[in-house]
């Protein structure tokens, strides 16, 4: 019990304490969603994911092993998905909001940031939240969108939006600069060291000011089925798969937490992009990382028990 109060006050309340200043100053000050976004988007997660791939020194059997179960665990959230939306009769809209909710989760500005403070000592595991982060990434932007888009629009644009990531093409440089060991000059890995550090505090105060407005209607089944989902079913099944697979270590411990995470913040921007059901979408973001502190709290804990 003390290893999991500690978990929730040197991991989990940091966090949220940062997420609740984004929440006060944008009451505040009104800032611009947009912007802030974008800064996220094109500026801190690509240096990000560029110095933590080229600091790492992840073996190729440890990435494959990443690769495998998260390509496997995806398909297995789909299905699971497809089918409960079948279950519920859901129409093309919801079904799309429902799917993304189970499938897509925030492992950008929620859970890289969980990721650095609980590996702190240990490089490998902010890399494998890396790894994590660039296939859901994809997943989001091809599964997701295709999802989204599909409910009431053509799907001609999906391929021009995954290009357009600079994520993809940081890690990519990433892995280049480390497989190689090209050396960076100080005038260029200062800066990049800096951005780098400002990653977290920033991440976690956007993710605050998108939630800061959202309203939290009476909860319906599919709104609390979509969060017991992505909250619980989708660690669980995660545990079951790890164990199937035979992954141990640091690589089980970084996995199972990575499927922990609340829904993803871009599947609520996506529907409000296309209007389909854009309510829906915010609140169970906003629900799943209300709830999350104890959830996640919960998973790290029985990783560390398990793995650690």
């Known amino acids: 019990m003390d290893l999991f109060f500690s978990i929730l006050m040197e991991v989990i309340a940091p966090v ?7 929440i006060f100053l944008h009451r505040i000050f009104h800032f611009d969603l947009k ?23 992840i073996d190729k ?17 789909m299905v699971y998905g497809a089918i409960m939306a079948k279950i519920l009769k859901l129409d093309r809209g919801m079904t799309a909001n429902f799917k993304n909710s189970v499938v897509l989760m925030n492992s950008g500005n929620f859970g890289l940031p969980v990721s650095q403070l609980v590996f702190a000592s240990n490089p490998v595991g902010v890399t494998i939240q890396i790894v994590v982060m660039t296939i859901q990434t994809f997943i989001t932007h091809t ?3 295709l999802n989204t888009v599909s409910a009431k629009y053509d799907k001609s644009n999906i391929s021009r939006e995954i290009l357009k990531n600079p994520i993809l093409y940081a890690l990519f440089l990433g892995f280049l600069f480390n497989t190689y060991d090209i050396p960076i000059p100080t005038f260029i890995w200062i ?3 800096g951005v780098n550090a400002s990653f977290l505090p920033i991440a976690l105060l956007a993710l605050g000011a998108q939630v800061a407005f959202m309203s939290l209607k009476m909860m319906n089944w599919t709104l609390l089925l979509s969060c017991i989902s992505r909250l619980l079913v989708a660690p669980a099944l995660a545990l079951a798969l790890i164990y199937i ?5 640091v690589t089980a411990q970084g996995l199972l937490i990575a499927s922990s995470f609340p829904a993803s913040r871009n599947s609520a ?4 992009e296309y209007d389909v ?20 709290t919960g998973v790290i804990y029985v990783s560390q028990l398990l793995f650690g």
Do not use: H, R
């Open 16 to 22: 949220f304490i940062l997420i609740g200043m984004g």
């Open 35 to 57: 912007t802030l976004s974008k800064i996220t988007t094109y500026y801190l997660l690509p240096v990000v994911a560029f110095v933590n791939l080229y600091e790492s020194n």
């Open 61 to 77: 059997t440890i990435f494959l092993e990443i690769l495998k179960f998260q390509l496997i665990f995806s398909i297995i959230l």
């Open 143 to 145: 599964y997701g969108l």
């Open 191 to 193: 800066p990049l060291e």
């Open 245 to 249: 697979l035979g992954l141990d270590g």
């Open 269 to 272: 921007q996506m529907a409000l």
């Open 277 to 296: 059901y854009p309510e829906f979408a915010g609140q169970t973001v906003l629900i799943t990382t209300f709830f999350s502190v104890i959830t996640v």
